[in-house]
């Protein structure tokens, strides 16, 4: 059974700092997903990777993927308010177009 | 956005009452999703849909059923509402070669 588990599930961090979520899932698995939701709103789709040694980056969120260590990281540099939201990584099973997601990292910016 | 549809967008039911809930799409994907959201366990897949009448189970499917009779409508029903199925309903949508999920606006439903 593919279990992901990220961490940390809270991070409340300054304005203009860095800070990296870990994403970590448990069987084999080449496709990773990162989403970002809002509260009340639904989910939108952040990265997409696809392969081992993926990166991914949009504006001052970076994501990449190491398929042997079955690990995903999403770096924020030099975070900003409005990164506040939650991100959740999601992993695609091997087989059967189905994600597994994590719980889901809830992260503050503090001006 | 990817055109998906969620109604109805509120529900509050009493426990025993039959629930429906529809999501239709206009992009003519292959793979269509229903997923509940409840704090601390991110999002966990009920059941999917990956043709015209064909579904199968995802993690919690007890207490729910799916019924996909046309390409662009998914249905969710509980039979016999419960308290424990108090939740945020998101249905999903997929059809591209990467696989990539979109999400439609989603449901909360309050089963009291």
């Known amino acids: 059974e593919l279990k992901v588990e990220q961490n940390p599930l809270f991070l409340s961090m300054q304005e203009g700092k860095n800070y990296t979520i870990y994403c970590n899932y448990s069987t084999t698995s080449d496709r990773l997903y990162w989403y970002r939701q809002d509260p009340g709103k639904s989910l939108e789709s952040l990265f997409v990777l696809l392969s081992n040694g993926a990166v991914k980056q949009e504006g001052r969120l970076m994501a990449s993927l190491d398929t042997k260590a079955r690990l995903s990281t999403l770096h924020i540099t030099a975070a900003v308010h409005d990164l506040s939201a939650t991100y959740f990584c999601?992993?695609?099973?091997?087989?059967?177009?189905?994600?597994?997601f994590g719980a889901g990292t809830i992260l503050r910016v503090k001006s | 956005d990817a055109g998906i549809t969620q109604s109805p967008r509120h529900k509050v039911t009493e426990t025993g009452t039959p629930v429906t809930l529809r999501c239709h799409q206009t992009e003519n994907h292959r793979y269509m999703y229903w997923y509940r959201q409840d704090p601390g366990h991110g999002l966990r897949l009920i059941h999917y849909?990956?043709?015209?009448?064909?579904?199968d189970k995802g993690e919690v499917s007890d207490g729910y059923s799916v019924s996909r009779s046309k390409t662009e409508d998914f249905l969710l029903t509980l039979e016999s509402a419960t308290s424990s199925q108090t939740s945020v309903y998101f249905c999903?949508?997929?059809?591209?070669?990467?696989?990539?999920?979109?999400f439609g606006p989603g449901t909360r439903l309050t089963v009291l």
């Open positions: 999601a992993v695609d099973m091997e087989y059967g177009n189905k994600l597994v």
């Open positions: 999903a949508i997929s059809g591209t070669s990467q696989n990539e999920q979109f």
């Open positions: 849909s990956y043709g015209v009448k064909d579904t």
